[in-house]
């Protein structure tokens, strides 16, 4: 008749996951823990505002833009000043809203059809 195996020898054979057994491995892992939540605090914060002045950057560059097409007669702009205008801006269209009326000023010209 087979005899179940004893329980202590069981035990023994399964590995053990303990955490670290010295101060020194403690404060190494409290610090590195530390360490990470403090980049965590700044790191959220300085890419929040490094997209916000980017941001800010397009915005004036559109308004540059429009203050160029607004300055001419009936705000008429021929389509390689318009290009230039718009790739020094870095956008792909300029609209301005007066009184609740969107005009759209500059716009980038319609990518050619590719043949098929």
Same mark, same amino acid.
């Given at each position: 008749?087979?005899?179940?195996?004893?329980?202590?020898?069981?035990? +023994?054979?399964?590995?053990?996951?303990?955490?670290?057994?010295?101060? *020194?491995?403690?404060?190494?892992?409290?610090?590195?823990?530390?360490?990470?939540?403090?980049?965590?605090?700044?790191?959220?914060? +300085?890419? @929040? *505002?490094?997209?916000?002045?980017?941001?800010?950057?397009?915005?004036? @560059?559109?308004?540059?833009? *429009?203050?160029?097409?607004?300055?001419?007669?009936? *705000? &008429?702009?021929?389509?390689?000043?318009?290009?230039?205008? &718009?790739?020094? +801006?870095?956008?792909?269209?300029?609209?301005?809203?007066?009184?609740?009326?969107?005009?759209? &000023?500059?716009? %980038?010209?319609?990518?050619? %059809?590719?043949?098929?």
């Amino acid at each position: 008749m087979m005899r179940a195996p004893d329980r202590g020898m069981m035990r +023994s054979r399964l590995p053990r996951l303990r955490g670290p057994d010295g101060l *020194s491995a403690r404060l190494l892992l409290l610090t590195g823990v530390f360490t990470l939540a403090v980049v965590g605090l700044i790191l959220a914060p +300085s890419a @929040a *505002s490094f997209h916000e002045r980017w941001l800010l950057d397009r915005i004036r @560059a559109a308004e540059l833009a *429009s203050v160029g097409v607004e300055a001419l007669p009936y *705000s &008429l702009v021929e389509d390689d000043t318009a290009r230039q205008l &718009l790739q020094i +801006s870095g956008v792909q269209a300029v609209a301005v809203q007066e009184e609740g009326v969107r005009r759209l &000023l500059l716009q %980038a010209p319609p990518c050619p %059809a590719r043949p098929n």
